[in-house]
């Protein structure tokens, strides 16, 4: 069955420190979003992409965040200047259209 | 502001006791609502799909089910497996994001 792919499972980078965090889609899929979970919070939407372009936005990707997708199948979230705030789970999921999606097991982030 | 809240936060049970999770979700135009499980450190596992009002979908041990104000997610004589949290999430319109709700985190002792 295929399923959404994300590395490294694991980050930890220093405050300061730009990080690039992965993500291989389902490849039929489309839309690809960008989440974060905050340890015992709820998970937040950060970011949708499609057609190469982004499609919404949450007030909590500024400046700081960018996403890619550099080739067919990689879809990237790169991290500029991290925050000890910024320390989280974060999921990559792709969906064929707009309805559900399917999430990656996730990168764990650490900033020291 | 579109809003989802689930409750109860946690709950515990038997094993074969069932019980029910809300999601109660206050949006601007429904366009689907979301039920998915999460083990700790794992990604959301996509459960179901609700569209409308009166809609149903069962798989096992669970059935979910729709209002126009709230759904819910039945666990018939859960096993200790069925521990998890539950997350219920919502589409509306004019967006490409869910929004989530804080779960309702289940556990099931034998």
């Known amino acids: 069955e295929p399923e959404v792919t994300q590395t490294p499972s694991h980050q930890v980078t220093q405050m300061g420190q730009e990080v690039i965090l992965r993500c291989v889609p389902i490849s039929n899929h489309l839309y690809f979003y960008w989440y974060r979970q905050i340890l015992g919070q709820k998970v937040e939407f950060l970011v949708s992409f499609y057609n190469n372009e982004i499609s919404e936005k949450s007030e909590i990707f500024d400046d700081q965040f960018s996403v890619e997708r550099p080739d067919g199948s990689n879809f990237t979230l790169k991290i500029r200047s991290t925050k000890l705030e910024d320390s989280a789970m974060y999921f990559c999921a792709s969906s064929v259209s707009v309805r559900e999606q399917f999430f990656g097991p996730g990168t764990r982030l650490t900033v020291l | 502001e579109d809003q989802v809240t689930q409750s109860p936060e946690a709950l515990r049970l038997q094993e074969g006791e069932s019980s029910s999770l809300n999601c109660s979700y206050t949006v601007s135009g429904l366009r689907g609502l979301f039920w998915y499980r999460q083990d700790p450190g794992k990604g959301p596992e996509f459960l179901f799909t609700l569209y409308s009002a009166g809609e149903e979908k069962e798989k096992e041990r669970l059935k979910a089910t729709l209002t126009k104000k709230e759904s819910f997610l039945h666990i018939t004589a859960p096993k200790p497996e069925d521990s998890a949290t539950y997350l219920c999430?919502?589409?509306?319109?004019?967006?490409?994001?869910?929004?989530f709700g804080t779960g309702t985190r289940l556990k099931v002792l034998a």
């Open positions: 999430a919502v589409y509306t319109s004019g967006t490409y994001k869910y929004i």
